[in-house]
């Protein structure tokens, strides 16, 4: 059975296209040229459950199935038309919630999570330094041990949420080799002395997210915020990154979905030489192009989705997460180049909807590992020698 095939399924994506269209949506193409983060829209967003699907009772959520998070994701995708805002919810849960459910010991859990899922706490993951990226080892933001805990001091960039988070998710060095146990994670109230907001970068796309820097100097840290223990830094990250990789890419099936039903649309209305453009097969075909690959990444995700669960280890399905990731990125690109054709010029005015979508597209290719690097590890997880 196909996802589409799901009466549950199909239920919940059909309410949350409503409730965002509803509760969500506003004036999405203002906000994206002013670069608004709605603070308002992100407490209504977690008020609508959306924070905690696939998250435990115990915290206040609701403790089901991730093909639910899919489904509900992808109706707000297309409901919203808010790329931004609904990639900062749905990277706090995979990348950071996801995170402490599998990796964080209970007083951690207890403390953040209500507040995560409940709209309190709004997030960043502090990974990214200006020196240091894929290479997780050449990370430079230190922390000390001491006798009551840590020392955390350095820098994040280019860190989605910065600017607006109260709370971070930071990964720091707690040795100084080149060890799988010398990276640690803690989490940061950013009102803590020596915790700052830094520098926000303005950006191309997903503009209703805010991008900047986190600064720590000498921030003192409790030994019980040192999330999964020191060392546990690369099975944090494993489980982080690798939830990214497998499911935020939902985001993309309401834009996609958008794009194919308004395209098909416009090629039956626009008319040009006494036919609509339909009836051209170089239009039909890109329409064709855009249904097959839609179909196709809705049905990578929600199995994708099934193979995890309610949240298990992504470990053991780190290739199939670097494939998802890999297609689905590549493929929501094209389907928005192709949505800019159809439309022709009209689709190069800012309040349009397919040139924010292809905005908000490009960077899906570069986060939570660029195509080089998923490539490198699906190689690499086959057996080839990469380095």
Same mark, same amino acid.
């Given at each position: ?78 409901? =919203? ?21 599998? =990796? ?60 607006? =988070? ?101 090629? &039956?209305? &626009?008319?040009?030489?006494? &036919? ?38 992504? &470990? ?72």
């Amino acid at each position: 059975m196909q996802p589409w095939e799901n009466r549950e399924l199909e239920s919940i994506r059909k309410e949350y296209e409503t409730l965002a269209r509803d509760q969500l949506a506003g004036d999405a193409p203002a906000r994206d040229r002013s670069g608004e983060f709605s603070s308002e829209r992100w407490q209504k967003a977690a008020d609508l459950g959306l924070l905690g699907i696939c998250m435990p009772e115990a915290y206040g959520g609701q403790a089901r199935p991730l093909s639910h998070f899919v489904a509900a994701f992808e109706g707000v995708g297309d409901g =919203c038309g808010d790329g931004g805002f609904i990639y900062a919810l749905a990277s706090q849960v995979l990348g950071i919630q996801m995170a402490l459910k599998l =990796c964080g010991g209970d007083v951690i859990k207890r403390k953040y999570l209500p507040g995560l899922i409940s709209g309190k706490w709004t997030s960043a993951h502090g990974f990214t330094e200006r020196s240091s990226g894929s290479d997780a080892y050449s990370m430079e933001t230190l922390a000390e041990e001491t006798d009551a805990g840590y020392l955390l001091t350095g820098s994040k960039c280019y860190i989605t949420n910065a600017p607006d =988070c109260n709370l971070a998710m930071v990964f720091a060095r707690t040795a100084k080799d080149r060890s799988p146990f010398a990276l640690s994670v803690f989490m940061i109230e950013m009102d803590q002395k020596g915790a700052s907001h830094g520098e926000t970068f303005e950006k191309l796309g997903m503009r209703t997210v805010h991008m900047g820097e986190l600064k720590f100097d000498r921030v003192e840290i409790p030994k019980n915020h040192c999330v999964g223990g020191t060392g546990a830094g690369m099975t944090v990250l494993a489980e982080s990154t690798g939830y990214e990789r497998a499911l935020l890419l939902t985001t993309a099936l309401g834009p996609m979905n958008r794009a194919v039903k308004q395209c098909i649309a416009r090629a &039956r209305e &626009r008319k040009q030489f006494g &036919r609509p453009i339909g009836a051209f097969q170089g239009v039909s075909s890109r329409v064709a192009n855009m249904i097959v690959r839609q179909r196709i990444c809705r049905t990578v995700l929600y199995d994708m989705a099934g193979k995890l669960g309610n949240g298990r280890s992504i &470990r053991r399905f780190a290739q199939d997460a670097a494939i998802t990731k890999l297609f689905v990125s590549e493929k929501f690109i094209e389907t928005e180049m192709d949505a800019m054709q159809v439309f022709g010029v009209r689709s190069y005015l800012l309040e349009h909807f397919a040139q924010q979508d292809l905005r908000d597209a490009l960077s899906s290719t570069i986060w939570a590992g660029t195509d080089e690097t998923l490539r490198n590890t699906i190689a690499k997880l086959a057996g080839l020698p990469v380095l």
